[in-house]
């Protein structure tokens, strides 16, 4: 009996596995095309499609869940590094001018986070009788976000200080996404709500 039972559970796997697989890949493929193409009207494509690949099948063609999903990964991505540049201070080894940037830095992510957070809060309640005002608080946040993250990554000096070398990647990394959640708005403003992908 479990030899029997055994060897229909191989043949069950068998058969099921290939068929799983192909319509699995088939919904990575359809899925994969709809990221490629919200991306492309960003900067930093590898990285949007990195960060966002996983909004695929949700977010499907519809310009309005792609900018929602670009924010909020922005958010996330701010957070981390908020986080992590806190701690920084917190440990208190930096010196002089870093020090001082250091602090200015935790400060404008604190700003950046607000900016971003009021604009997903936009694009949580998007009506067509107020859309292009709506549109206009997005630009002007999300570019001020933006804003306070560059400024955060020029207050350092470097020269050959790993640590430092780390946070500036880091930065760089929340201004890359936060650049690209502004692209995937400002692709929704000139498609509009009108339409059925929405
Ligand atoms: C950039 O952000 C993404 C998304 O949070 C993360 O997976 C990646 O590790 C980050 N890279 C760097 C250099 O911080």
Redesign the pocket.
Known sequence: MIIIARLMFVVAIALFVPVLTNSGQLVLAKGHDNVREACSVTRFQS?CV??LAHFSSTAGRSPSKWARAGVS?SI??VK??RAYLSELKRHGHMKGRNRVALSDCVECFAYALDELHKSLGVLRSLSKSTFSTQMGDLNTWISAALTDEETCLEGFEAKNDMQIKLLQ??V???S??TSNALALVNKLATTGLAGKHQ
Do not use: H, K, S, Y
């Open positions: 990285l990195e960060t990964v996330g991505e981390r590094v990647n880091q760089q990394n929340a890359c996404i």
